[in-house]
Structures are given as structure tokens and as C-alpha cells.
């Protein structure tokens, strides 16, 4: 069972931007590919960008060019760096494992039921 841990986020204006950490209480290295998730109230929840165990990353549309998603293996986190934030970047921001390989982060992104473990979520405003 693995446990996420996420941190960092909190208010930034309009422009300004947030890093995110995940961290992994136990070792996910080749077994999982991560991802971050995001859900603004009354939305549903929604695939933000995706790293497999080759590190190959994915995006949503939305955040292509903003944000960057990496992970340290020698400290098993994952990192979400957003730049650029936008008001519709406001939202409960989750990081999250997938036990699969290949990754296939795409379908991931628009399938974030398929996820095998989650982290409680860290909250994200951006103020205009």
C-alpha cells in the first residue's frame, strides 16, 4: 500500500506560479507511472499531466506550456511546476499512482478512476 503526500500549494496570482510536491512513502520506481489530477468544485475530476517510468509525460491541453511534471527517483516525489496560473487553475490539486506498464498517460488523463492509489489532495487559488 503505498501512501501519497502532497505539498505546496496554496494562493498565487493571476501570472504568478506554485510548485507541487508528492511525496511516496514506499518505492514506486518501474511498478508505477504518477500523475497530477485536479477538481474544482462542482467539476469533475480531471487529468492535469502525466510521467511514466520512462519519463515520458503527457498534458492536458489546458496546461500545455505552463506546467511541468517531473519526479527525483532517489527521493521518490513527484513534482508539479505551474507557471503562468490562470483563475481556472483554482482547484484540489491530487497526486496519483497507476500500476501499469506500458503507462499509456493519455488515456490516463481522461481516465483518473484507472488510478491505484491517491493522495488527500493540496489546494490550489489563483486570484485575478
Known amino acids: 500500500q503505498a501512501q501519497l503526500v502532497e505539498s505546496g500549494g496554496g494562493s498565487a496570482p493571476a501570472g504568478g506560479s506554485l510548485r507541487l510536491s508528492c511525496a511516496a512513502s514506499?518505492?514506486?520506481?518501474?511498478?508505477?507511472?504518477m500523475g497530477w489530477f485536479r477538481q474544482a468544485p462542482g467539476k469533475e475530476r480531471e487529468g492535469v499531466a502525466t510521467?511514466?517510468?520512462?519519463?515520458?509525460?503527457k498534458y492536458v491541453d489546458s496546461v500545455m506550456g505552463r506546467f511541468t511534471i517531473s519526479k527525483d527517483k532517489a527521493k521518490n516525489t513527484l513534482y508539479l511546476q505551474m507557471n503562468s496560473l490562470k483563475p481556472e487553475d483554482s482547484a484540489m490539486y491530487y497526486c496519483?499512482?497507476?500500476?501499469?506498464?506500458?503507462?499509456?498517460?493519455?488515456?490516463?488523463?481522461?481516465?483518473?478512476?484507472?488510478?491505484?492509489?491517491w493522495g488527500q489532495g493540496t489546494q490550489v487559488t489563483v486570484s485575478s
Open positions: 496519483a499512482a497507476l500500476a501499469r506498464y506500458p503507462c499509456a498517460g493519455a488515456m490516463w488523463l481522461d481516465s483518473p478512476a484507472d488510478s491505484t492509489y
Open positions: 514506499v518505492y514506486t520506481g518501474p511498478t508505477f507511472c
Open positions: 510521467i511514466d517510468q520512462h519519463g515520458s509525460t
